[in-house]
């Protein structure tokens, strides 16, 4: 089935960064070959005739994106910038919540602090958010909570599950997940206390940076928050929000 010319990976790399945003350095050509495999070996063709059917099939570039997104999260992840969501949040949006663990830290963290807001949370991946909304996630994925924690939010599995957890009702149906993606999706039709948009900027180059904080902004309270990454900045970017501390941003 082949590996990508310096040509295709080109054409693939333009096709991602339309689509998404995200930006594939060549230092990514192996990355994308790996997450090619597993649709290549499907559909038992090479990778020009597999970029004519993502070209031409949308359910296929789904597919194709989900492939490359890249996934990687954990419960409570960077929590110390939750303590900006507060009593008095009622609407908070996770724009790129991965397979749930940050909502889901989220609610818990409300939880414990006597509020339910509403949470939207949302990705590009279909896969991730199917496993989300699922909520069930390997036990050693917990094994750093605390177990006051654990008790109160968390089943533990049963049988063939006995590895895994899941989490409650309570907390599980709290979340409103659906696909979106961060360049072209139309905005929610209401405004958030809170915005995470966490560790996905750091694949985009600074004019999609700008142009996806500017659009989400748009459904920002006046006061409310904007959080991203650790790793992430939107120092010298143009964008409407004031700095608070590293990775957190509130809309003046």
Known sequence: MGRLSEKLFKQFCDLVYRESGINL?????????????KRLRYHQIGPA?????????????TAFLDAISTNHTFFFRESRSFRFVAPGCRNIWCAASSSGEEPYSLAIHCAELGFSPAILATDISQTCLDKAR?????????????????????????????DHVRIKDRI???VTYGRFNLLKDRLPERNF???????????FDRPTKEQVVA??????????????????????????????????????
Request: glycine share 8%; charged share 20%.
């Open 193 to 203: 206390d809170v915005i995470f948009c966490r560790n996905v900027m750091i694949y």
């Open 215 to 252: 659009r989400l902004c748009q459904v920002l309270q006046p006061g409310g928050h904007f959080i991203i990454g650790g790793a992430e900045s939107l120092s010298g970017m143009m964008h409407p929000l004031t700095y608070v501390e590293p990775s957190v941003y509130r809309l003046s």
């Open 172 to 174: 599980r149906t709290q």
């Open 134 to 162: 699922r909520g069930i996630y390997p036990r050693q994925s917990v094994a750093s909570l605390p177990m006051p924690l654990l008790r109160n939010y968390f089943q533990r599995g049963q049988g063939d599950w006995d």
């Open 25 to 37: 350095t060549a230092e990514k050509q192996e990355l994308l070959n790996a997450r090619l495999a």
């Open 49 to 61: 005739e597999y970029l004519d059917l993502v070209r031409r099939d949308p359910n296929e570039l």
